[in-house]
C-alpha cells in the first residue's frame, strides 16, 4: 500500500513538472527583446537611440568629467587649451597640462604630475587595460565604436521591414542617417587614434564580432567619407516629403530641433557632409604640409558647404537630461561659473581681440585669481569664469552670441558641421591660395554673424601673416566648444612647438603676458589598450602605436 | 501550484492514518543528573515506532505502551538514554549532560534529521545560549566567530548595515558569497538575515560545502544558513522579558586624525593668505571663505610647520560630527504547550541611532508565533510567522557624510552659518577641493523607509507507523519597502544663492537637475515562494525485519519548487514648494517614473538520496539533484548535480569499545563527502534585450553595453571533504578537560563555469558579454576544538576553539585576458586573472634601497641615477631634490589580501547555575586591507602624518613634498605599496558577566532575574592605522571587491546592560 503511494505521489510530481517546464520562460518583462527592433516604428526608434548609444552609454562612466560631450570633448578642450582644470577625475589634469609652461621672471612651471610629461603619462598610467575608467583614451574610441555598431545594426535590419506609406524614402532617410553617423564615427577615430578598425557587423541581438584587422588613421579617414559619400548618394534622391519629414522628426529628438537643429532637408544634410569631409582633410593634415590639391578640395567641398540658413545637427538638454544635461551636459556646461570642473584658460581669453563683445558678453574677471590645486597642474590658473547667459545679472545681448546657457534647452550644442565652420574653413583655403582678401572677409562674416561688433579686416591690407593671425583667432572664438581645438592645436604644430607669448599666471597669481609654454602633446593617441587585450592585432595590421 | 501539491499531499496522508494497539500505561519523571531539576520537553519514544510523547514542566510524562520493549529518552544537550521495560509502570530517568556534544541532531544539508554521531559531511551547530545578546539584537552579528571555517565580518558601523559571510571558498564572481538562507527549512529568499531576531532562535546550524549544499541544488554551493525559531515545550508556560541598553561609540584604534599643523601661505602673522595676499575671512552673508588658500605641496622646502593659530583655527572634525550611540532592545517572549500543541509568540523591537550627529535611526519590530499541532496520529502541523518592521531614517550614506569630512582641512569650522542662519554647502575651495559640508545634507534631507516583512511557513508532517514519512513545507517570504527620499528645496538657501550669482549650481538631490529639490517614492516589493515535499522511506533489517544484519536503508525523495517576483517602483516629483511646510508630492510641479521593474524567477528540482547505515559503525550514501531554472539558457534543459558521502565510526566496534584507548579517545569517527552545487546566473542573464529610454518626447531604443547571454549555464561548484571528528578524555575521572570533542575538516573545490561580464572588444561597439568565462579553485581546513576544561560541582569553564583557513583563487580565465574590475571603493586595480588570488591587489611598490633590482635582476633606479636619490629616515628611497618617494615603474601584486586563518577563543564560566561570566576573542590573522582613506587623505596634506617630520639627507621636516609624493607619484591616486597594510587583528568581541537573582535568592515564581553587563568590540589590537581593520568598503559580500577601506563607518564599542527575566 505504501508503495502504491509513493508511486502515486511520484506521478503527482511528474505532473508538477511537465506543468512547471512551461512557466520557465519568464523572458524579461520589462523590456522589449529584438523582435520590437524589425518594424518601421522600432528601426525609427533605433535610430533615435544613437544618440543615447553613441554619447552616452560605454561600459565606463565618471560623473565628473561625464559623457561624450562634455568628458571625451572635455579632453580636446584641455588639449586644446581653451580650458583647464585641477579636478583628477580620469586624470583630467593630466591629460592637458603642458610640459612646462616657462613664466616672465624665468620661473619654470613643470607639470608637477607624475609620469611629468604627458606622452609618459598617457604611455604608463592611462592607456593600461588595468587602468580600466580611468584611461581616458579609451572614450572617444568605445562612444564612437557604439555608435558605428549601433548604425550598422540598423543597417542591417532596414531590408527586412516592411514600410507604410513611401517606403523607399523611409528606407532611404534610415540608411543615410546610419551611413551619416558611421562616416561621422569613423572621421572622430581617424581624427585622434593612430589607427583604427574598419568594421560592418551588427552586434547587439547577436554578438557578431569584430576584426583584427587594424588600418591606419588615413585609412579611417578614407572609410569616414566612403560612408559620408554613401549617404550623399541617398539623399540626392530623395525630397523633403512628408513622409521623409516625418521619418527624420522621429530619428531627431524634439528638444534638439530648435534654433539651428531641426529637420534638415536632403539638400541641408548633404551641405553637412561637404563641410564635414573638408573638415576630414583640414583637421588631418599639418597646415604646414596642406597641399594646393588638398586646399583646391577644401574650396570645392566648402563651396557647395553649410549655408548660413542651414539647419545643422545640434544637441540640446532638457530638464530630464534625454540627452544632454542642462548644467553637466557639456564643456560649455561644466566650465561654467567660478567653481566648476573646467575652468577658461588664459590663452582663450588672449585670443579675443580688444572690444570683442563676444568677450564683455560671456567672461567675467574674477575678484582674485583661481590658483587652485599647485600640486596637479601648471596652467589652469586663471584671472576668468565663463558666465552663464551672458553677461552678468541679464540673458546678455541679444545679437551677441552666448557660449554657456545652463537652463534646460538653453545651450546649443554643435555636434557636426556648422557654417561658422565651413566658411572658416573656406578662408583659411582662400588665404592659402592667395586670396587674402576673400578669406578675411569671410571672418568678417562670421563675426558680424556672432555679434563680435569687431571692425571689418578686409579691406585693411593686411599681410599674410596677419590674415592668418586672424583666422587663428576666429577659429578659437568663433568655434569655441565645437570640439575643434585640439585638432587646431595640432595641425598648427603647437604640440611641438609650443605657444610663445602666452599669458600664464603663477602659483600666486602674478601674470606673466610673455610666457612660453611647452605643450608636448601626442598628436594622436595609441588604439585603447581595452581594445588591445581583447582584440590583439592580426598580421599585417597597421602600427597601434604612434612611434612618437 | 504549491497550493494545489499542498492540499493533495494533505488528502494523501490524511487517508493513511491508522491506530495502534496500545497494552499499558508507563508514568515518570525525568530529571537532570547535574542538580536534580526536572527536565521539561525531554522526547519519549518507544523505540523502534512512532509512540512517544514529552516531559511536561515538572518533567513528567505518561505513555501507553506495549508489554515489552525499550523506551528511548533524548533531549539536545543531553546523553540520550534507553531504558528496557520491566514490570514497574513507573520510570524515572536521569539524564546527563553530554559532553561529547556529538549526540545533537542535524537536519541541514542531511535531507533527514541525522544524530551527528553519523554523519559523515560537516555540520556546524550553534544555539541559542551560545550566541551573545549584540546590541543590534541581529542574529548575523551573533554569529561571528561562532562557526569554524567561516570568515563572517562586520564590514560597517552603520546601523542596521550587514555582515560579509564568506563559507567556504569564494565560488562565483557573479552572485557574490552571501550563502542561502533557511528558516525551519524553508529558503528565505526576501528578508535579509540581519532582519532576524535574535529572540526568536533557538538553533543556527550551517553547511558550509558543497558536498554538503548539493541537496539544495542549483541554490546550494555558498553553503546553507539555517535558522530555527524556537518552539513551545510540552507542559511549560514560560514568559521571558529581557531589555537591554548600550551605548556605543565608534572606533578608532588605529588613531586617525588631520595633521595639528599645514603648510599653507601666511603673512608676518601667520595668518593663511589667499592669492590676494589679504588674510582669508568667512564671508558670513554668503555662507564662503574669500579665497582659496596657497598651498604648494611639491616645493622641496615646504614643510607642514605652521600651527592654525591666527585667522583660521584647528577644528577637530571628528568630535564634531561623531557622537555615542544608544541602541535600545526589548522582547517579550511567551512559550507553551500541552501533549497535543506547543506554541511560542514572542515580540520585540530594536532600536539603534547612528553614531554621526542628526543622522537618524534604524529601528526594527519582530513578532515571531511557532504553532504546532498534532492532527491526528503521526500528522502534525506547523505553522511558523514571523513579521518584522523596519523603519530607517538614517539620512545620508556613511561613505558621502565620511568623505566629505575626512577631505576637508581642519581650517574648516562647519559650525558656521550663513547671516540668514542658512547652513552653506560649499564654503569655498578653501576648505578643500574636495570636501563639502555635511551638515548641509543632514539639514536638507529627509528619509523615511519603511520594510514589512513576512515569513509565513507552514509545515505538515505525517509519519506512517513505520517506513515512510511524508512532509510538506510551504514559505511564503515576502517584503515590502516604502521609501520617501526627500530633497528639501534649497533656493533660499544663502549659500546656494551666492554660487548661482558665481554660475555655479550647488545643490543636492536625486533627479532635479535644479536647486528646488525633489521627493522620490521608492514602492518596492520581493515575493518568494518556497514548496518543498519529502519522502523519506527508513527500513531497518534488524529492527523491522529481525535480521541480524545491523543494516538500515533510508531513501529520500524530494522536490522542490522557488518562485520568486521581485518589484521596484520608483516616482519623483521634481519641484518642492519653498514657501510652506508641509506639503506633500501631490503639492509639486511634476512627476515622473524612474523605474518600473519586474524580475520573475523560477526554478524547481528533484532529489534522490539512498543511505545505508550498518550499526552505529558505517554509512554511505549517494544521490543525485536535478534542477530546472527559468535562468539557464537556452530552453529549459536541467542541470544535474551528484553527491555522496561516507563515515566509519571506529569507536563503535567491539575492540574499540573494550580496548584502552577507549578511555582517552572515546569517539573516533572518519568521513568523506564528494558533491556537486549550484550557483544561478541572475534572473535576466540569458535574454537579450533592448533598452527603451525616454527621448524628449518620443521613444529610442538601443541595446544596451552590457550584453546579455543565452547560452548561459549554471555556475557549478564541486567538492570534496574529509573530516574527522573525535573525542577525548584525558583525566578521566577528575573535574578537568574530561570532554573534548574535536571535528576537523579538510576541503578542496572547484567553480567550474562561474559567470561574470568579460570585456569584449569595444570596437564591436558593446562592453561587456555575461559569460561562464571563470574556473575558480579554493580550499581549506578548519577545525573546532570544544571542551569542558573545568567541571566541577560549583564551578564549570567550557572553551570553544574554532579555527578556519582557506584561499581561492582563479583558476583559469576563457580567452585568458585579464578582466579589470572597479571596486566600489573607488580603487582600479582589481585584476581577475588566471593563476592570481581573487581580490588581489596590484600597484607601484617602494624601495628601500637605491641600488634594488627588480625580479629581472635589472636596477629599479638606473645605476646613472641612483646619485640622485636616498634612503630617507623611515626607510623609504626618496629623490634628494624633490624630496618624493620613489615607486616602481611597474605594477606588481601585493600578494594574496585574504586572511591566512581566522580564529575565535570563546570561554564560559558558570558558578552554581547564578553567575556567568564569558568573553570570546576574534583573531584574523594575516589580513590585509587598502587604506584608500588614509590615501585620500594624504592627498591635500589633512592626514596627521604629514606633520611627522622626517630625514631626508641630512634636512630633517615634515615635508610635505614626500607625503604629497606617496599619493602622486607615478600615479596620482595609484595602488600603492605603501596604504597597503597588515589588518591583522585580534578583538575582544565580547565579554559579560550575569548574574540571576531569582536562582542565587531563590525568589518564587521566578525563573530567571538576570542581569547581564556585557561589552562588545571594547578592545583591538592591530598594526592598521585606519579606524577599523575589519571594516570593508567594497561592495557587500563581494567576491573579488573585499580588502578596501574607504570612508566606510567603522563599528563602534559597546557596553550594554541587559535585565532578563523568566517566569
Request: hydrophobic letters at 35%; glycine letters at 8%; charged letters at 15%.
Amino acid at each position: 500500500m505504501n508503495k502504491l503511494k509513493i508511486y502515486a505521489l511520484t506521478l503527482v510530481f511528474s505532473g508538477f513538472m511537465a506543468s512547471c517546464k512551461e512557466q520557465l520562460q519568464v523572458e524579461n518583462p520589462n523590456q522589449p527583446s529584438s523582435p520590437a527592433l524589425k518594424t518601421e516604428s522600432g528601426l525609427v526608434s533605433f535610430g533615435e537611440g544613437f544618440y543615447i548609444t553613441g554619447f552616452k552609454d560605454v561600459k565606463y562612466y565618471d560623473g565628473v568629467p561625464g559623457y561624450f560631450w562634455s568628458g571625451a570633448i572635455g579632453n580636446h578642450e584641455l588639449m586644446g587649451d581653451v580650458i583647464g582644470t585641477d579636478i583628477a577625475n580620469v586624470f583630467i589634469n593630466q591629460i592637458g597640462c603642458p610640459n612646462q609652461v616657462t613664466l616672465d621672471d624665468g620661473t619654470v612651471l613643470v607639470n608637477p604630475n607624475s609620469p611629468s610629461k604627458q606622452i609618459d603619462f598617457i604611455r604608463i598610467t592611462a592607456n593600461v587595460n588595468s587602468t580600466g575608467f580611468q584611461n581616458s583614451t579609451y572614450y572617444e574610441w568605445a562612444y564612437m565604436y557604439n555608435l558605428n555598431n549601433a548604425a550598422n545594426t540598423l543597417l542591417a535590419n532596414i531590408d527586412g521591414v516592411t514600410f507604410t506609406g513611401e517606403a523607399d524614402t523611409k528606407k532611404g532617410v534610415l540608411k543615410a542617417w546610419a551611413y551619416w553617423w558611421k562616416g561621422y564615427a569613423y572621421s572622430h577615430i581617424g581624427s585622434i587614434y593612430y589607427a583604427g578598425i574598419i568594421n560592418d557587423k551588427a552586434n547587439g541581438e547577436v554578438l557578431n564580432g569584430t576584426n583584427g584587422n587594424y588600418v591606419t588613421k588615413e585609412a579611417i579617414i578614407a572609410e569616414a567619407n566612403k560612408n559620408f559619400d554613401a549617404a550623399a548618394k541617398i539623399l540626392g534622391g530623395l525630397t523633403a516629403s512628408a513622409d521623409y519629414t516625418a521619418t527624420m522628426q522621429g530619428l531627431i529628438p524634439n528638444f534638439n530641433r530648435v534654433g539651428k537643429g531641426g529637420v534638415l532637408s536632403p539638400a541641408m544634410w548633404v551641405r553637412n557632409i561637404n563641410t564635414m569631409k573638408a573638415r576630414n582633410i583640414l583637421v588631418n593634415t599639418r597646415v604646414a604640409d596642406m597641399t594646393a590639391a588638398q586646399w583646391a578640395d577644401i574650396l570645392t567641398l566648402t563651396n557647395s558647404g553649410v549655408q548660413a540658413t542651414d539647419l545643422v545637427f545640434t544637441g540640446r538638454s532638457n530638464a530630464t537630461g534625454d540627452f544632454l544635461s542642462p548644467t553637466t551636459g557639456t564643456v560649455s556646461g561644466k566650465t561654467t561659473g567660478a567653481n566648476n570642473t573646467y575652468k577658461i584658460s588664459e590663452r582663450l581669453i588672449q585670443d579675443f581681440k580688444t572690444g570683442d563683445l563676444r568677450l564683455s558678453n560671456n567672461f567675467q574677471q574674477r575678484s582674485s585669481a583661481y590658483i587652485g590645486e599647485t600640486s596637479r597642474g601648471n596652467a589652469f590658473f586663471t584671472r576668468w569664469n565663463l558666465i552663464n547667459r551672458g553677461a552678468a545679472g541679464s540673458e546678455g545681448s541679444a545679437s551677441v552670441i552666448t557660449y554657456s546657457n545652463t537652463n534646460a534647452g538653453g545651450y546649443e550644442l554643435y555636434m557636426a558641421s556648422s557654417y561658422e565652420e565651413n566658411q572658416l574653413m573656406k578662408a583659411e583655403a582662400l588665404m592659402y591660395t592667395g586670396k587674402i582678401e576673400d578669406g578675411l572677409a569671410l571672418i568678417d562674416e562670421v563675426r558680424k554673424a556672432q555679434g563680435a561688433g569687431l571692425a571689418a579686416v578686409a579691406g585693411t591690407g593686411l599681410t599674410l601673416d596677419a590674415a592668418k593671425e586672424e583666422l587663428r583667432r576666429e577659429r578659437r572664438v568663433g568655434l569655441l566648444f565645437r570640439a575643434l581645438s585640439f585638432y587646431d592645436a595640432r595641425r598648427w604644430g603647437l604640440l611641438e612647438s609650443g605657444r610663445k607669448n602666452a599669458v600664464a599666471l603663477s602659483r600666486t597669481g602674478v601674470v606673466s603676458t610673455k610666457a612660453t609654454i611647452s605643450y608636448g602633446y601626442l598628436d594622436y593617441w595609441d588604439v585603447p589598450d581595452n581594445e588591445i587585450a581583447y582584440n590583439p592585432p592580426a598580421s599585417g595590421s597597421a602600427a597601434t602605436k604612434n612611434p612618437k | 501550484m504549491g497550493k494545489k501539491l499542498l492540499l493533495s499531499l494533505l488528502f494523501v496522508c490524511s487517508i493513511c492514518v491508522v491506530t495502534w494497539a496500545q497494552d499499558r500505561k508507563i508514568t515518570g519523571k525525568v530529571t537532570q543528573a547535574d542538580d536534580g531539576t526536572s527536565l521539561p520537553g525531554v522526547s519519549v519514544v518507544l523505540k523502534g515506532t512512532t509512540v512517544g510523547t514529552v516531559t511536561d514542566s515538572d518533567g513528567g510524562y505518561s505513555l501507553s505502551v506495549p508489554a515489552k520493549g525499550t523506551l528511548t529518552f533524548s533531549f539536545i544537550g543531553m546523553m540520550t538514554k534507553e531504558v528496557e521495560l520491566g514490570a514497574s509502570s513507573v520510570v524515572n530517568v536521569k539524564l546527563s549532560s553530554d559532553t561529547k556534544q556529538l549526540s545533537e541532531i542535524v537536519v541541514t544539508g542531511t535531507g533527514v534529521a541525522t544524530d551527528k554521531r553519523k554523519l559523515a559531511i560537516s555540520v556546524e551547530s550553534v544555539s541559542a545560549k551560545d550566541l551573545p545578546q549584540a546590541p543590534s539584537a541581529s542574529i548575523d552579528q551573533a554569529l561571528i566567530g561562532k562557526i569554524a571555517g567561516a570568515q563572517i565580518t562586520s564590514r560597517s558601523g552603520t546601523p542596521g548595515a550587514d555582515v560579509n559571510i564568506l563559507l567556504r571558498g569564494i565560488n562565483t564572481i557573479n552572485r557574490g558569497t552571501s550563502p542561502m538562507i533557511l528558516i525551519d527549512g524553508i529558503q528565505m529568499g526576501a528578508t535579509s538575515l540581519q532582519t532576524i531576531d535574535l529572540n526568536s532562535i533557538e538553533r543556527v546550524e550551517v553547511v558550509q560545502g558543497a558536498a554538503a549544499a548539493t541537496i539544495y541544488g542549483a541554490q546550494g554551493a555558498n553553503g546553507v544558513i539555517q535558522l530555527f525559531t524556537k518552539k513551545g515545550k510540552n507542559g511549560q508556560l514560560n514568559i521571558d522579558i529581557s531589555s537591554s541598553i548600550a551605548q556605543n561609540t565608534y572606533l578608532n584604534v588605529g588613531g586617525v586624525s588631520k595633521a595639528m599643523y599645514h603648510a599653507f601661505a601666511t603673512d608676518a602673522n601667520n595668518n593663511i593668505i589667499g592669492s590676494s595676499g589679504k588674510p582669508i575671512t568667512y564671508d558670513a552673508a554668503n555662507g564662503i571663505y574669500s579665497e582659496n588658500v596657497q598651498y604648494n605641496s611639491t616645493d622641496p622646502t615646504a614643510t607642514n610647520s605652521k600651527p592654525y593659530n591666527a585667522n583660521l583655527q584647528y577644528h577637530d572634525h571628528f568630535a564634531y560630527f561623531f557622537k555615542p550611540a544608544n541602541t535600545v532592545n526589548n522582547s517579550i517572549a511567551i512559550s507553551g504547550g500541552s501533549q497535543k500543541a506547543d506554541f511560542s509568540l514572542s515580540v520585540s523591537n530594536s532600536h539603534q541611532e547612528s553614531n554621526i550627529i542628526n543622522n537618524g535611526y534604524f529601528d526594527r519590530s519582530n513578532i515571531t508565533a511557532n504553532i504546532g499541532a498534532q492532527l491526528a496520529k503521526g500528522l502534525t502541523l506547523r505553522s511558523i510567522t514571523q513579521l518584522a518592521y523596519t523603519k530607517n531614517t538614517l539620512k545620508t550614506s556613511d561613505r558621502t557624510i565620511l568623505y566629505g569630512m575626512l577631505n576637508a582641512y581642519p581650517l574648516a569650522d562647519f559650525s558656521l552659518t550663513t547671516t540668514d542662519g542658512s547652513i552653506p554647502f560649499n564654503m569655498n575651495q578653501t576648505i578643500g577641493i574636495n570636501a563639502s559640508n555635511p551638515s548641509y545634507r543632514q539639514a536638507y534631507t529627509r528619509n523615511n523607509d519603511n520594510k514589512v516583512d513576512i515569513i509565513q511557513n507552514i509545515n505538515l508532517n505525517f509519519k506512517f507507523p513505520k517506513f515512510v514519512e511524508l512532509d510538506a513545507k510551504y514559505g511564503l517570504n515576502f517584503q515590502t519597502q516604502n521609501r520617501d527620499l526627500e530633497f528639501a528645496n534649497q533656493a533660499n538657501n544663502a549659500n546656494v544663492k551666492y554660487w548661482v550669482t558665481q554660475g555655479s549650481q550647488n545643490f543636492i538631490s536625486n533627479y532635479n537637475t535644479a536647486n528646488t529639490g525633489d521627493l522620490t517614492k521608492y514602492t518596492n516589493s520581493k515575493m518568494f515562494q518556497n514548496f518543498l515535499a519529502t519522502a523519506t522511506a527508513v527500513f531497518d533489517l534488524k529492527e523491522d525485519f529481525g535480521s541480524s544484519i545491523p543494516l538500515k536503508s533510508i531513501t529520500q525523495a524530494l522536490f522542490d519548487y522557488r518562485n520568486s517576483t521581485v518589484k521596484e517602483y520608483t516616482s519623483a516629483a521634481i519641484g518642492l514648494p519653498a514657501a510652506y511646510a508641509p506639503y506633500n508630492a501631490a503639492n509639486t510641479t511634476s512627476w515622473r517614473v524612474y523605474r518600473d521593474y519586474q524580475e520573475p524567477f523560477i526554478t524547481y528540482g528533484y532529489l534522490i538520496n539512498q543511505r545505508f547505515e550498518y550499526g552505529d559503525f558505517a554509512g554511505i550514501s549517494g544521490g543525485f539533484r536535478s534542477d530546472y531554472s527559468s535562468a539557464f539558457g537556452q530552453g529549459s534543459k536541467p542541470f544535474t548535480f551528484p553527491r555522496g558521502d561516507a563515515f566509519v565510526r571506529l569507536s563503535a566496534l567491539p575492540f574499540w569499545q573494550n580496548s584502552a584507548v577507549n578511555g582517552f579517545l572515546p569517539e573516533l569517527k572518519l568521513r568523506a563527502a564528494y558533491g556537486q552545487a549550484g550557483i544561478q546566473p541572475k534572473p535576466f542573464d540569458r535574454y537579450v534585450t533592448i533598452t527603451p529610454t525616454t527621448v524628449g518626447n518620443t521613444t529610442a531604443f538601443y541595446y544596451a553595453n552590457g550584453q546579455s547571454n543565452p547560452a548561459l549555464g549554471v555556475e557549478v561548484s564541486q567538492e570534496i571533504e574529509v573530516g574527522t571528528d573525535m573525542v577525548f578524555s584525558l583525566f578521566k575521572g577528575s573535574s578537568w578537560l574530561n570532554g573534548i570533542a574535536l571535528a576537523a575538516t579538510y576541503w578542496d573545490r572547484q567553480t567550474k563555469d562561474a559567470i561574470y561580464s568579460v570585456d569584449v572588444a569595444p570596437s564591436v561597439g558593446l562592453g561587456t558579454l555575461i559569460d561562464n568565462a571563470f574556473t575558480l579553485g579554493s580550499n581549506g581546513i578548519q577545525f573546532s576544538l570544544n571542551s569542558t576544561v573545568y567541571n566541577g560541582s560549583a564551578l564549570k569553564w567550557n572553551t570553544t576553539i574554532n579555527f578556519g583557513k582557506q584561499s581561492s583563487k582563479i583558476i583559469s580565465v576563457r580567452g585568458d585576458a585579464p578582466v579589470v574590475v572597479t571596486s566600489n571603493a573607488g580603487s582600479t586595480n582589481y585584476v581577475l586573472k588566471a593563476g592570481e588570488k581573487i581580490g588581489q591587489l596590484y600597484g607601484y611598490k617602494l624601495i628601500h634601497s637605491v641600488d634594488a633590482k627588480d625580479p629581472n635582476g635589472n636596477f629599479f633606479i638606473p645605476q646613472a641615477d641612483q646619485e640622485a636619490y636616498t634612503v630617507a629616515s623611515n626607510g623609504i628611497v626618496v629623490n634628494k631634490a624633490t624630496k618624493q618617494p620613489y615607486f616602481t615603474a611597474d605594477k606588481y601584486s601585493f600578494g594574496d589580501p585574504n586572511p591566512k586563518f581566522n580564529m575565535s577563543f570563546i570561554n564560559d564560566f558558570s558558578y552554581k547555575n547564578f553567575l556567568t561570566f564569558g568573553f570570546q576573542f576574534d583573531w584574523v590573522a594575516g589580513n590585509h586591507l587598502y587604506n584608500q582613506t588614509k590615501e585620500w587623505m594624504y592627498r591635500d596634506g589633512i592626514h596627521s602624518e604629514y606633520a611627522n617630520p622626517i630625514t631626508i639627507d641630512g634636512q630633517t621636516g615634515a615635508w610635505t613634498a614626500f607625503y604629497r609624493g606617496v599619493y602622486a607619484q607615478r600615479t596620482a591616486n595609484g595602488t600603492k605599496d605603501y596604504f597597503y597594510e597588515d589588518a591583522s587583528f585580534l578583538r575582544l568581541r565580547n565579554i559579560q558577566i550575569g548574574l540571576d537573582f531569582a536562582k542565587l535568592f531563590k525568589i518564587p515564581a521566578t525563573k530567571k532575574l538576570q542581569l547581564v553587563l556585557a561589552g562588545r568590540n571594547l578592545w583591538t589590537l592591530t598594526k592598521y592605522t585606519g579606524f577599523d581593520p575589519e571594516i570593508s568598503s567594497g561592495t557587500s559580500n563581494s567576491a573579488w571587491d573585499r580588502g578596501t577601506d574607504h570612508s566606510t563607518m567603522p563599528n563602534f564599542k559597546s557596553y550594554q546592560a541587559t535585565l532578563n527575566i523568566g517566569f
